[in-house]
């Protein structure tokens, strides 16, 4: 395998970060190892490329990243958006007002290019999950409504994502997608997009001859597996998306991409991370 001519795309949160929320320092050392032989890195995320940075800090990165759960393309060398795909903002107004009256302890983040609105009651907020999701301020419907918007986050009760999902699938099916990032974490974005499709995009950047190595941890990161060139499911995925990849690693609390890189590095990929 000619390292010059391989990205390795790693999903962050239950894949690259550890289960206290750090990336580890054996990571951040073999990702550090993996660039100096020629390799790119790159991360493939929900989050965003504002809130991601307290994440990453001392992560090198050098490859095209996936934001947003990939209605983003975004090199965080130049600081530059690639490419980004947004919301029928018209059509899913009405959602998050029925969603807001209904469910009023669910927890709405619109993404716009520059903030994070929460759209949702302050005091009904998870202290937890707004820690997660900074910067991001509570706003009115009205004044997110003034900007594009790239993707919506439902974070709360996993019984309550479900019904509100049901009330999706009648009125929105076909106008955009949705998929959970976490049991609490439902994600709605535009129409055909997903860390797949924006893959696709990253692999037209470089070519056919260039070979994309995908790791991730949970349903989201499903469809990137199954696209990417050899994808792997972390130790600590679901059975479902270990039996839809081509290797499995060692969990995200045991240093998983340090070990995928491991064995990229001494040509054991395969070998290493089979089922």
């Keep these: 395998m000619e390292i010059r001519k391989v990205t390795l795309l ?13 990336v580890s320092e054996r990571n951040k050392e073999a990702i550090r190892r993996f660039i100096e032989a020629g390799g790119h890195f790159g991360i493939a995320t929900g989050r965003g490329h504002i809130n991601v940075l307290s994440f990453i800090e001392g992560v090198e990165i050098n490859a095209p990243s996936i934001l947003y759960n990939g209605s983003m393309l975004y090199d965080f060398t130049e600081k530059e958006v690639l490419r ?8 899913l107004t009405e959602a998050i007002k029925w969603i807001q009256v209904t469910y009023p302890e669910i927890m709405i983040h619109i993404y716009t290019p520059d903030t994070c609105h929460l759209v949702s009651k302050e005091e009904n907020a998870d202290a937890k999950i707004l820690s997660d999701h900074q910067p991001a301020v509570f706003s009115e419907l009205k004044e997110a409504m003034a900007e594009p918007w790239i993707k919506v986050l439902l974070a709360g009760e996993n019984t309550a994502l479900r019904e509100i999902e049901k009330r999706l699938e009648s009125e929105l099916h076909g106008d955009m997608r949705w998929v959970y990032s976490a049991d609490i974490y439902l994600e709605l974005l535009p129409l055909g997009v997903s860390k797949a499709s924006m893959l696709k995009k990253l692999k037209e950047i470089h070519g056919e001859d260039h070979r994309i190595i995908a790791a ?16 792997i499911a972390m130790g600590n995925a679901p059975d479902e998306i270990k ?12 240093d998983g991409i340090a070990w995928i890189i491991e064995a990229i590095l001494s040509g054991e990929l395969e070998e290493r991370a089979r089922k």
């Design 84 to 91: 980004s795909e947004n919301l029928p903002v018209e059509k």
């Design 216 to 231: 991730g941890d949970f349903y989201n990161d499903l469809e990137m597996i199954k696209a990417a060139d050899y994808g």
């Design 243 to 254: 039996e839809a990849a081509d290797g499995i690693a060692v969990s995200n609390d045991e």
């Design 10 to 22: 790693s999903d962050m949160d239950g894949t690259l970060l550890s289960s206290n929320g750090k």
